[in-house]
């Protein structure tokens, strides 16, 4: 009972530092066999800071699919499809090509890219996008997203966000921060700071609101507040625990654990009418509660059987349809699940030996596969396209994230420059 009240309820990495540089991303491992692939520097006569080509290059560097040739080793430097030549880069060994130029048209700007499949010699994707300077580095994301679902037949997800928790010192005292970045860690809007705790922020299926726990109170509460507008109201404050808010896929729910009646349970709370349903009934602390795609059932975390694992409850609208039943048997510890968006796999972590890693089960064999190889890994969430899970480790005593492809052959690691960052939350697609 200690140890998942240890990791479940109280922060793991709250050490007292400065955390205000945005995150940056260091790619740790790459996918063997990534496909080669060629993002020439689009022609943009210096019309803005931010290199579109270059973004474009790491993003889909960052995915674990594709192996970008550095700038410096290109034959060539073509900004459009009829200066390029074929045999050349066929004999570079690069299978895809990305061209492309940044144009002035008044006081916006006009991007071009194309997309060629170089062993073909043929256009894949071509598109002319009305844009900003502000807003370049948002067009970059989209066309990384265009390139990648072309070659690989999957939707991209570059052009989403992650939220997190920072923990650190500011203006000379302790400051907890909900923080929202883009999926390479550009772009940081402060979404509330508080010197008490926040906790467990969960996206909203509309990618506009996010569900936190704050402590600002002196105890759990849990708020629901707008992004943009920062506008936000309290949803659940009842005596003892609120907590592990998950909404459901249609938006209109959201479950959590609540101790008002005494123990730890799941509940569900209608956000419009606030009607509230139990949905669990033991002596053991049930918690951590995630949808399924579908909506028709939920897992959580709970430690009925002695040691915590993961169950799965079917529901019958807001009213639980059967008895829970396990899902997790490998490993003395699994906890904090959530789905793939298409549901096939569960993302957790893993505990056995006093380590705690990423785990990947899959729902039809039962099958599980160890991502990570580090010690104190926490709060995994996968990518909107299920290709990602990013996840809160701990190195050199300070909290980073740090993020995994679903096969472990991928890795990167996302940081502040000083600080703490933890219980990471992937966006829905926008």
């Known amino acids: 009972m200690k140890k998942i009240a240890n990791i479940l309820f109280i922060p793991l990495l709250l050490l007292a530092a400065v955390a205000e540089a945005r995150l940056t991303i260091e790619i740790t491992g790459g996918r063997e066999g990534a496909m080669p692939i060629a993002v020439v520097p689009f022609a943009d006569e210096g019309l803005s800071e931010d290199r579109v080509g270059q973004i474009v290059s790491a993003d889909l560097a960052r995915s674990g699919h594709f192996a970008p040739m550095a700038t410096q080793e290109m034959p060539a430097q073509p900004h459009e499809g009829r200066a390029i030549d074929f045999d050349t880069w066929r004999r570079a060994g690069i299978e895809h090509l990305v061209v492309g130029k940044v144009a002035a048209r008044g006081e916006a700007l006009q991007v071009q890219f194309q997309l060629f499949d170089v062993v073909r010699g043929e256009q894949v994707a071509g598109y002319s996008i009305p844009t900003?300077?502000?807003?370049?580095?948002?067009?970059?994301?989209?066309?990384?997203?265009?390139?990648?679902?072309?070659?690989?037949?999957?939707?991209?997800?570059?052009?989403?966000?992650?939220?997190?928790?920072?923990?650190?010192?500011?203006?000379?005292?302790?400051?907890?921060?909900?923080?929202?970045?883009?999926?390479?860690?550009?772009?940081?809007?402060i979404i509330l700071s508080s010197r008490q705790p926040l906790m467990s922020p969960a996206w909203a299926p509309d990618g506009n609101r996010l569900a936190y726990v704050s402590f600002e109170g002196g105890r759990s509460e849990l708020y629901v507040q707008d992004v943009s507008s920062g506008k936000r109201e309290k949803l659940a404050s009842f005596n003892g625990l609120n907590s592990a808010p998950s909404w459901s896929p249609d938006g209109r729910r959201l479950a959590m654990t609540l101790s008002r009646d005494g123990n730890p349970e799941i509940y569900l709370l209608d956000v419009a009418s606030r009607a509230l349903s139990r949905l669990t009934f033991s002596r053991s602390i049930d918690t951590e509660p995630a949808w399924a795609p579908d909506g028709r059932s939920l897992v959580f975390t709970s430690d009925r059987g002695g040691r915590p694992q993961i169950y799965r409850l079917k529901l019958a609208g807001d009213r639980p349809d059967g008895r829970p039943q396990r899902l997790t048997f490998e490993g003395d510890y699994n906890a904090r699940a959530s789905f793939s968006p298409d549901g096939s796999r569960l993302v957790m972590v893993n505990g056995n030996n006093n380590r705690f890693r990423i785990a990947v089960q899959e729902m039809e064999s039962g099958n599980v596969r160890i991502l990570t190889d580090n010690r104190l890994d926490e709060s995994p969430s996968f990518a909107p396209n299920g290709s990602m899970i990013i996840y809160a480790t701990e190195r050199n005593n300070r909290g980073i994230l740090e993020a995994v492809s679903v096969d472990g052959r991928a890795q990167q690691r996302l940081g502040t420059r000083a600080g703490n960052v933890r219980e990471p939350a992937w966006s829905p697609f926008n």
């Open 132 to 189: 900003t300077a502000q807003r370049l580095r948002r067009v970059a994301h989209q066309i990384s997203d265009i390139v990648y679902e072309k070659i690989t037949g999957q939707r991209g997800a570059f052009n989403t966000h992650v939220a997190y928790i920072t923990v650190g010192q500011h203006e000379g005292q302790l400051s907890h921060r909900l923080a929202v970045a883009d999926a390479d860690g550009f772009n940081e809007q």
